[in-house]
C-alpha cells in the first residue's frame, strides 16, 4: 500500500475536545409509521455551534459514521443524526407499503428534524440555547448522498421525463455528497433499474453549494458505467463547486461508516483523515466564510509527495463541460 503523509493541520486534541452523544431522541411522526430515532453529538463546551444533519447510507442507522463524527464534534460541530426507514435496526419488510417511498420519507425526516431543532436541543442536557440555527449543513454517504441532494435542490426523473417536486430546504446552507449515485436511465443496472428506480437524479436544480467526494475505485454494481458515475453531481449540477477524488478509494472511502467496520473493503485511515478534514474546511468556509481552512486543506492535499486524491474546483459561476461518460475524468 502506497504511503501518504497523514492530514493532521485540522485534528483537534481528543483529550482538550471533550464531546457528548445522546440517543435515542424521538420525534413523533404519525405518517411516517413509527416516530423518529435521532442521536445527537456535540461539544461540552462552546455556543453557536454549526449544525450538520448527517443522513447515513442503506441499511445503516444513527450509530454509524463514528470517525466523521468524533472528527466534526470535535472541531464545534453539532451532529444530528436520523434512522432511516430502510435501516436494518427497524427491519422493515421488502413488501412495506412505505418501502418505494423511502426515498421521500428520508427527505421528510431530515426537515422534520429541522422543524424540531429547538425541541431537540431542550431533550440533551446542556445544548439549549448553544445550536446556531442560521448555520445548517447536511452530509450523506451513498444513499444518504441522494438523500442531502435533494435537500440541495436536486430533483427525481420521473418514468414520463418530467422531474418530482421541489423538495429542497432553504435552511440547509451547504452539504457534503459521499459517494453519490449519478445518472439513472440507460446508466442504471438492470438490478437498480427494477429495484431502485428513483436513483435517476436531475441535477440541474442542485444549485446550494456542495462538495462531492469520490472514489476512483468505487466500481458500482448498481451502474453500467465504472466510478466516474459518483462524480456526476459534481459536473452536472451549478451549486456543488468542489470534487475530491480519492486514489484507490471504494464506496466506503477507507472505511467512514465505522472504526474497523467490517464491511470496509478498503480500509485507510488516512483516506477517512482526508475526508474528515476536507469535509470541515469545506463547511467552514460555506458556513462562516472561512477561506482560511479550505486553502489550508487544499494545499495539503495537493503538497502530498504521494497524494491521496486529487482536487477539481469551478470558478465563479463556471459550470465546466463533463468529459464523455465512462473515462477516466
Same mark, same amino acid.
Given at each position: 500500500?502506497?504511503?501518504?503523509?497523514?492530514?493532521?493541520?485540522?485534528? !483537534?486534541?481528543?483529550?482538550?475536545?471533550?464531546?457528548?452523544?445522546?440517543?435515542?431522541?424521538?420525534?413523533?411522526?404519525? /405518517?411516517?409509521?413509527?416516530?423518529?430515532?435521532?442521536?445527537?453529538?456535540?461539544?461540552?463546551?462552546?455556543?453557536?455551534?454549526?449544525?450538520?444533519?448527517?443522513?447515513?447510507?442503506?441499511?445503516?442507522?444513527?450509530?454509524?459514521?463514528?470517525?466523521?463524527?468524533?472528527?466534526?464534534?470535535?472541531?464545534?460541530?453539532?451532529?444530528? #443524526?436520523?434512522?432511516?426507514?430502510?435501516?436494518?435496526?427497524?427491519?422493515? @419488510?421488502?413488501?412495506?407499503?412505505?418501502?418505494?417511498?423511502?426515498?421521500?420519507?428520508?427527505?421528510?425526516?431530515?426537515?422534520?428534524?429541522?422543524?424540531?431543532?429547538? /425541541?431537540?436541543?431542550?431533550?440533551?442536557?446542556?445544548?439549549?440555547?448553544?445550536?446556531?440555527?442560521?448555520?445548517?449543513?447536511?452530509?450523506?454517504?451513498?444513499?444518504?448522498?441522494?438523500?442531502?441532494?435533494?435537500?440541495?435542490?436536486?430533483?427525481?426523473?420521473?418514468?414520463?421525463?418530467?422531474?418530482?417536486?421541489?423538495? &429542497?430546504?432553504?435552511?440547509?446552507?451547504?452539504?457534503?455528497?459521499? @459517494?453519490?449515485?449519478?445518472?439513472?436511465?440507460?446508466?442504471? &443496472?438492470?438490478?437498480?433499474?427494477?429495484?431502485?428506480?428513483?436513483? &435517476?437524479?436531475?441535477?440541474?436544480?442542485?444549485?446550494?453549494?456542495?462538495?462531492?467526494?469520490?472514489?476512483?475505485?468505487?466500481?458500482?454494481?448498481?451502474?453500467?458505467?465504472?466510478?466516474?458515475?459518483?462524480?456526476?453531481?459534481?459536473?452536472?449540477?451549478?451549486?456543488?463547486? !468542489?470534487?475530491?477524488?480519492?486514489?484507490?478509494?471504494?464506496?466506503?472511502?477507507?472505511?467512514?461508516?465505522?472504526?474497523?467496520?467490517?464491511?470496509?473493503?478498503?480500509?485507510?485511515?488516512?483516506?477517512?483523515?482526508?475526508? @474528515?478534514?476536507?469535509?470541515?474546511?469545506?463547511?467552514?468556509?460555506?458556513?462562516?466564510?472561512?477561506?482560511?481552512?479550505? @486553502?489550508?486543506?487544499?494545499?495539503?492535499?495537493?503538497?502530498?509527495?504521494?497524494?491521496?486524491?486529487?482536487? #477539481?474546483?469551478?470558478?465563479?459561476?463556471?459550470?465546466?463541460?463533463?468529459?464523455?461518460?465512462?473515462?477516466?475524468?
Amino acid at each position: 500500500m502506497t504511503s501518504h503523509a497523514p492530514l493532521t493541520f485540522l485534528t !483537534a486534541d481528543p483529550a482538550q475536545s471533550p464531546t457528548v452523544s445522546v440517543e435515542p431522541i424521538m420525534l413523533s411522526a404519525p /405518517e411516517r409509521g413509527e416516530d423518529l430515532q435521532i442521536r445527537v453529538s456535540a461539544p461540552i463546551v462552546g455556543d453557536r455551534l454549526p449544525v450538520i444533519l448527517m443522513a447515513h447510507g442503506f441499511a445503516k442507522s444513527m450509530r454509524d459514521y463514528a470517525p466523521l463524527v468524533d472528527h466534526w464534534t470535535r472541531q464545534g460541530f453539532a451532529v444530528i #443524526q436520523p434512522t432511516f426507514l430502510d435501516s436494518a435496526t427497524l427491519n422493515l @419488510s421488502p413488501d412495506d407499503l412505505r418501502t418505494p417511498d423511502i426515498w421521500r420519507h428520508r427527505v421528510r425526516d431530515m426537515t422534520r428534524i429541522l422543524d424540531h431543532l429547538g /425541541e431537540i436541543e431542550a431533550a440533551v442536557p446542556s445544548l439549549t440555547g448553544r445550536l446556531d440555527h442560521e448555520r445548517i449543513a447536511a452530509v450523506g454517504h451513498s444513499y444518504g448522498a441522494q438523500t442531502v441532494g435533494t435537500l440541495l435542490g436536486a430533483r427525481v426523473f420521473e418514468p414520463d421525463g418530467s422531474v418530482t417536486d421541489d423538495m &429542497s430546504d432553504h435552511r440547509i446552507r451547504a452539504g457534503v455528497l459521499l @459517494s453519490a449515485a449519478g445518472e439513472g436511465g440507460a446508466y442504471l &443496472s438492470p438490478f437498480a433499474a427494477e429495484n431502485f428506480p428513483f436513483m &435517476s437524479p436531475s441535477f440541474a436544480e442542485l444549485a446550494t453549494p456542495a462538495l462531492v467526494i469520490a472514489g476512483d475505485k468505487d466500481d458500482s454494481p448498481l451502474s453500467t458505467r465504472g466510478p466516474d458515475w459518483f462524480t456526476d453531481a459534481y459536473w452536472l449540477s451549478p451549486g456543488a463547486d !468542489a470534487l475530491v477524488t480519492l486514489f484507490d478509494g471504494e464506496h466506503l472511502l477507507g472505511g467512514i461508516t465505522g472504526y474497523r467496520s467490517a464491511d470496509t473493503t478498503d480500509e485507510n485511515p488516512e483516506r477517512v483523515a482526508a475526508v @474528515s478534514d476536507l469535509s470541515t474546511a469545506y463547511l467552514r468556509r460555506a458556513l462562516d466564510g472561512d477561506e482560511a481552512a479550505w @486553502s489550508a486543506a487544499t494545499q495539503t492535499l495537493r503538497a502530498q509527495d504521494a497524494p491521496i486524491g486529487s482536487l #477539481q474546483q469551478k470558478g465563479v459561476g463556471q459550470q465546466p463541460v463533463a468529459p464523455q461518460k465512462g473515462l477516466d475524468r
